[in-house]
């Protein structure tokens, strides 16, 4: 009995570690969502090339690993300008759905892409947090999973601050509330909503940089599954609510674990999208949303 | 015919409507005004199901339709045009009015629906528009559009929000005409309008409503001679040049 | 020959798949999950022939119905969501269906093979057509008999003025509410047709390629069958078969993009909503050549 209690807490620990992976991938979609009132479907594959545009430093010029945070950072910058370039530029206004389906059709280009270009080949990153779990009393922890935690910590408060006490962060919740009437106050809409997508896919590189690690081996195809997470957080979050995207992040995390240890990997896919369906039947505007 | 007893209408701490007791009579054409935000297109969205009343009920023809839906109270017998015209613009103007089309005095059938359709469009002057698409009609047009559509309920009752809004001259006496024929054929009107032309050309009674409470009702002179009704348009402050 | 006999079956299958979904968006909802109807009438037909000792047809009919009754089911939760979450939620279902199939042992020892779902191993042996001595030209045939007849039914159906009512739902369901149309009806009677024909699609795929495994059955099956309408149009039922045509022809018929073939799927998405957001055959276009035929036909009127 106390095995199991201490399964569940294990698991627990393990799931809310990984489970802030899975809210900063939230907040990225719900930061978008917030800001720009659309749909970023390419942003898993934006996370996806920042993380192998980090393996050119790592894998090429050798260089140490902090170059590589700054390269995957910058990368997913730069494809992110390639998202909003070519998937909401030039949208006509009027239909809601066009930019649902444009950024779903860039994540499958983008993911391809890279699947050329590295004719598929394993790469993988060096886990500079470590292999070996530590003990904390009966409980193993894994480094890398706690870095996870403590990064995703240290996003949320260095964005709080942003969106709370900078200009940029007044012009993001004005642009978020109205955009015609911050526009006659003059806030530049492009601008913001440029600036927005900088910073969230610099978020995204960065989340990616730390989750790289996680994986034996990387494969294009996180892309889909990073962008699968993301909308299953938003939609038990609730869309638009960055504490809700935390807490269904969370929320997720433990519920996978504790499927994955008692029940086995396939059930586990099936508890988070029975959590999704139980949402979407009894509260679908998700824990916090305003109605979409 | 309708019956609207002590209806309040809430939106988080906004009182839409509070309280409104009104009725409509059958065959008659009954307008309802009032200043911007008063509450009218709300009764509107209330009597056709679109929310629900906070408080208060609902009659139409003696049934209760307090909590009824949308396409139940129209089927009762219920038309209803929008204040902002939401006509479906990618469907044809033949088939904007076709999808509403019931079985008309009994007589049923695929073609007597056809045909009825074609009668409505007729009767709303658009008859050589009927394979254009909705979205493509000018303003008056798709105003009369709206119209058809509502009448091919075929309904004993109905509401018409600010049907002459953004009309000229010329289109405004057109409306009053359509609008007495609807009555010859027995439809029973129930109008909110800021066109005063319309409401004095019309209408058997007015209310006059005001943050969503009644406080006025009458033929057209009562109304223009009410001071309550004058405070709500006009307000109750004396304009000063030193203190706007 | 035999290859361009594959690549027509195949193209017949995700018509099928394509026009489920077409009959569902067309009230507005985007379904990211009849792949998931698909996986159902395709275990469930294989079933019936392999396991069951049934024939072909009543077997694809009781893959069909299972399809349809699961259609009509998830068409009642989807009225709660709109937009992107009822993507995800369409999604979410056919992911449980797969994960579902994925999990399920029912086999059989049948003349010495193991047949039968058999968790991650998927459903082999669902040989009735190839047992019969069937050709996979002859089968060319039923399949396309099937897309006839569906094609035919929805052609009916678009231009019946229930046809027209969904769509009145798709652009404004309040109006469309005001307009006596019950709007609940329509929207679940969609999703049970659209399961149906995604059902059948399965039916017919299982019994073409003898095996079905939960792999088949996710995202880029989810991401086809919504691109073959979204691309074709969504004007006419002419759409999704012009999508579905389309796309496998450009990557099986032109091999040297095989490789290149999610790129350029992504890059038609992204130019066809930038261009064209309702597809190639859409409302505009179909009108046009309403107008047009009127013509011929009364040159004079």
Same mark, same amino acid.
């Given at each position: 009995?106390?095995?199991?209690?201490?399964?569940?807490?294990?698991?627990?620990?393990?799931?809310?570690?990984?489970?802030?992976?899975?809210?900063?991938?939230?907040?990225?979609?719900?930061?978008?969502?917030?800001?720009? =009132?659309?749909?970023?479907?390419?942003?898993?594959?934006?996370?996806?090339?920042?993380?192998?545009?980090?393996?050119?430093?790592?894998?090429?010029?050798?260089?140490?690993?902090?170059? $590589?945070?700054?390269?995957?950072?910058?990368?997913?910058?730069?494809?992110?300008?390639? $998202?909003?370039?070519?998937?909401?530029?030039?949208?006509?206004?009027?239909?809601?759905?066009?930019?649902?389906?444009?950024?779903?059709?860039?994540?499958?280009?983008?993911?391809?892409?890279?699947?050329?270009?590295?004719?598929?080949?394993? /790469?993988?990153?060096?886990?500079?947090?470590?292999?070996?779990?530590?003990?904390?009393?009966? /409980?193993?922890?894994?480094?890398?999973?706690?870095?996870?935690?403590?990064?995703?910590?240290?996003?949320? $408060?260095?964005?709080?601050?942003?969106?709370?006490?900078?200009?940029? #962060?007044?012009?993001?919740?004005?642009?978020?509330?109205?955009?015609?009437?911050?526009?006659?106050?003059?806030?530049?809409?492009?601008?913001?909503?440029?600036?927005?997508?900088?910073?969230?896919?610099?978020?995204?590189?960065?989340?990616?940089?730390?989750?790289?690690?996680?994986?034996?081996?990387?494969?294009?195809?996180?892309?889909?599954?990073?962008?699968?997470?993301?909308?299953?957080? @938003?939609?038990?979050?609730?869309?638009?609510?960055?504490?809700?995207?935390?807490?269904?992040?969370?929320?997720?995390?433990?519920?996978?674990?504790?499927?994955?240890?008692?029940?086995?990997?396939?059930?586990?896919?099936? /508890?988070?999208?029975?959590?999704?369906?139980?949402?979407?039947?009894?509260?679908?505007?998700?824990?916090?949303?305003?109605?979409? | 015919?309708?019956?609207?007893?002590?209806?309040?209408?809430?939106?988080?701490?906004?009182?839409?409507?509070?309280?409104?007791?009104?009725?409509?009579?059958?065959?008659?054409?009954?307008?309802?005004?009032?200043?911007?935000?008063?509450?009218?297109?709300?009764?509107?969205? &209330?009597?056709?199901?679109?929310?629900?009343?906070?408080?208060?009920?609902?009659?139409?023809?003696?049934?209760?339709?307090?909590?009824?839906?949308?396409?139940?109270?129209?089927?009762?017998?219920?038309?209803?045009? /929008?204040?902002?015209?939401?006509?479906?613009?990618?469907?044809?103007?033949?088939?904007?009015?076709?999808?509403?089309?019931?079985?008309?005095?009994?007589?049923?059938?695929?073609?007597?629906?056809? +045909?009825?359709?074609?009668?409505?469009?007729?009767?709303?002057?658009?008859?050589? =528009?009927?394979?254009?698409?909705?979205?493509?009609?000018?303003?008056?047009?798709?105003?009369?559009?709206?119209?058809?559509?509502?009448?091919?309920?075929?309904?004993?009752?109905?509401?018409?929000?600010?049907?002459?809004?953004?009309?000229?001259?010329?289109?405004?006496?057109?409306?009053?005409?359509?609008?007495?024929?609807?009555?010859?054929?027995?439809?029973?009107?129930?109008?909110?309008?800021?066109?005063?032309?319309? &409401?004095?050309?019309?209408?058997?009674?007015?209310? $006059?409503?005001?943050?969503?409470?009644?406080?006025?009702? #009458?033929?057209?002179?009562?109304?223009?001679?009410?001071?309550?009704?004058?405070?709500?348009?006009?307000?109750?402050?004396?304009?000063?040049?030193?203190?706007? | 020959?035999?290859?361009?006999?594959?690549?027509?079956?195949? @193209?017949?299958?995700?018509?099928?798949?394509?026009?489920?979904?077409?009959?569902?968006?067309?009230?507005?909802?985007?379904?990211?999950?009849?792949?998931?109807?698909?996986?159902?009438?395709?275990?469930?037909?294989?079933?019936?022939?392999?396991?069951?000792?049934?024939?072909?047809?009543?077997?694809?009919?009781?893959?069909?119905?299972?399809?349809?009754?699961?259609?009509?089911?998830?068409?009642?939760?989807?009225?709660?969501?709109?937009?992107?979450?009822?993507?995800?939620?369409?999604?979410?279902?056919?992911?449980?269906?797969?994960?579902?199939?994925?999990?399920?042992?029912?086999?059989?020892?049948?003349?010495? =093979?193991?047949?039968?779902?058999?968790?991650?191993?998927?459903?082999?042996?669902?040989?009735?057509?190839?047992? +019969?001595?069937?050709? !996979?030209?002859?089968?060319?045939?039923?399949?396309?008999?099937?897309?006839?007849?569906?094609?035919?039914?929805?052609?009916?159906?678009?231009?019946?003025?229930?046809?027209? +009512?969904?769509?009145?739902?798709?652009?404004?369901?309040?109006?469309?509410?005001?307009?006596?149309?019950?709007?609940?009806?329509? =929207?679940?009677?969609?999703?049970?047709? #659209?399961?149906?024909?995604?059902?059948?699609?399965?039916?017919?795929?299982?019994?073409?390629?003898?095996?079905?495994?939960?792999?088949?059955?996710?995202?880029?099956?989810?991401?086809?069958?919504?691109?073959?309408?979204?691309?074709?149009?969504?004007g006419s039922?002419w759409?999704?078969?012009?999508?579905?045509?389309?796309?496998?022809?450009?990557?099986?018929?032109?091999?040297?993009? !095989?490789?290149?073939?999610?790129?350029?799927?992504?890059?038609?998405?992204?130019?066809?909503?930038?261009?064209?957001?309702?597809?190639?055959i859409?409302?505009a276009m179909v009108l046009r050549v309403r107008a047009f035929l009127r +013509?011929q036909?009364?040159?004079?009127?």
């Amino acid at each position: 009995m106390t095995e199991t209690l201490l399964d569940i807490v294990q698991q627990l620990m393990n799931g809310i570690m990984y489970g802030a992976f899975y809210a900063l991938v939230g907040i990225g979609f719900t930061l978008f969502f917030g800001v720009m =009132k659309k749909f970023n479907l390419a942003y898993g594959s934006t996370i996806m090339a920042g993380i192998y545009l980090g393996l050119i430093p790592l894998n090429l010029w050798k260089q140490p690993m902090w170059v $590589v945070f700054v390269t995957c950072v910058a990368g997913a910058v730069v494809v992110g300008f390639v $998202v909003e370039f070519a998937c909401f530029r030039y949208l006509r206004k009027g239909h809601e759905l066009a930019p649902m389906m444009t950024t779903i059709g860039m994540l499958i280009l983008i993911e391809d892409a890279v699947v050329i270009a590295t004719h598929a080949a394993p /790469f993988e990153y060096p886990n500079i947090f470590g292999d070996e779990s530590f003990e904390l009393g009966p /409980f193993l922890i894994r480094p890398d999973y706690l870095a996870i935690l403590i990064a995703g910590v240290v996003f949320v $408060v260095l964005l709080y601050l942003l969106v709370n006490r900078t200009t940029f #962060g007044r012009a993001m919740r004005a642009v978020a509330e109205n955009p015609a009437v911050s526009q006659l106050l003059g806030v530049s809409v492009t601008r913001t909503n440029t600036l927005t997508f900088a910073l969230t896919s610099a978020l995204g590189g960065a989340t990616g940089y730390l989750v790289a690690m996680t994986f034996g081996a990387l494969q294009p195809g996180i892309a889909t599954w990073m962008t699968i997470k993301g909308l299953v957080v @938003i939609v038990i979050g609730g869309l638009g609510s960055i504490p809700g995207a935390i807490f269904a992040g969370l929320l997720l995390g433990v519920v996978e674990f504790q499927a994955l240890w008692f029940l086995g990997i396939s059930y586990r896919d099936i /508890f988070a999208f029975l959590l999704l369906f139980a949402f979407l039947v009894l509260r679908p505007s998700g824990l916090m949303g305003k109605a979409a | 015919m309708l019956t609207i007893e002590k209806l309040s209408r809430n939106f988080g701490g906004i009182r839409a409507l509070h309280r409104l007791d009104l009725e409509v009579q059958p065959g008659e054409i009954f307008a309802m005004i009032g200043p911007n935000g008063s509450g009218k297109t709300t009764l509107f969205n &209330v009597v056709t199901g679109v929310f629900p009343p906070t408080e208060g009920r609902l009659w139409f023809n003696g049934r209760e339709i307090t909590r009824a839906r949308t396409h139940e109270i129209v089927r009762l017998g219920i038309g209803r045009t /929008f204040q902002n015209i939401r006509l479906f613009t990618r469907l044809t103007v033949f088939n904007n009015v076709w999808v509403a089309q019931r079985a008309a005095d009994g007589r049923r059938g695929p073609r007597a629906e056809r +045909r009825r359709v074609d009668e409505l469009l007729a009767f709303t002057r658009l008859g050589d =528009k009927r394979e254009e698409l909705a979205g493509n009609l000018n303003f008056g047009e798709q105003r009369r559009l709206e119209l058809a559509r509502a009448l091919a309920t075929e309904p004993a009752m109905l509401l018409l929000d600010e049907p002459a809004a953004g009309m000229n001259y010329g289109e405004v006496r057109e409306l009053i005409e359509d609008m007495r024929k609807l009555r010859q054929m027995g439809k029973t009107i129930f109008l909110i309008e800021h066109v005063m032309d319309l &409401v004095m050309g019309v209408a058997d009674r007015i209310a $006059v409503l005001n943050f969503g409470q009644k406080i006025a009702e #009458g033929s057209a002179t009562d109304i223009q001679s009410d001071p309550r009704v004058i405070e709500a348009y006009l307000g109750g402050r004396k304009v000063d040049a030193r203190n706007p | 020959m035999d290859y361009y006999v594959a690549v027509l079956s195949i @193209i017949g299958m995700h018509i099928l798949l394509g026009l489920s979904v077409y009959v569902v968006a067309i009230t507005g909802q985007l379904s990211f999950g009849q792949q998931g109807f698909y996986a159902i009438g395709a275990y469930l037909a294989g079933i019936g022939t392999a396991l069951w000792g049934i024939h072909l047809l009543p077997a694809v009919l009781l893959g069909m119905t299972a399809a349809g009754v699961m259609g009509f089911l998830v068409g009642f939760p989807a009225l709660r969501v709109k937009g992107l979450y009822l993507g995800v939620a369409t999604f979410g279902f056919g992911e449980i269906v797969r994960l579902v199939f994925l999990n399920v042992r029912y086999t059989k020892t049948i003349g010495g =093979k193991l047949v039968g779902p058999n968790g991650a191993e998927g459903f082999r042996h669902v040989s009735y057509i190839y047992d +019969r001595g069937f050709t !996979q030209a002859q089968y060319l045939a039923v399949i396309y008999t099937a897309v006839i007849i569906v094609a035919g039914f929805v052609y009916f159906l678009e231009r019946s003025k229930l046809g027209a +009512r969904f769509r009145a739902v798709e652009e404004d369901e309040v109006a469309a509410a005001m307009a006596g149309i019950n709007v609940t009806a329509v =929207k679940v009677f969609a999703f049970t047709l #659209g399961g149906f024909v995604a059902g059948l699609g399965g039916a017919l795929f299982v019994h073409y390629s003898t095996y079905i495994d939960h792999q088949m059955v996710t995202l880029p099956l989810a991401v086809s069958s919504v691109i073959y309408p979204m691309l074709g149009g969504l004007g006419s039922f002419w759409g999704a078969i012009l999508g579905a045509a389309l796309l496998i022809f450009l990557t099986e018929g032109l091999r040297f993009l !095989q490789e290149f073939r999610l790129v350029v799927y992504g890059a038609l998405i992204i130019l066809t909503m930038l261009f064209r957001p309702r597809g190639i055959i859409d409302e505009a276009m179909v009108l046009r050549v309403r107008a047009f035929l009127r +013509r011929q036909v009364a040159p004079s009127a």
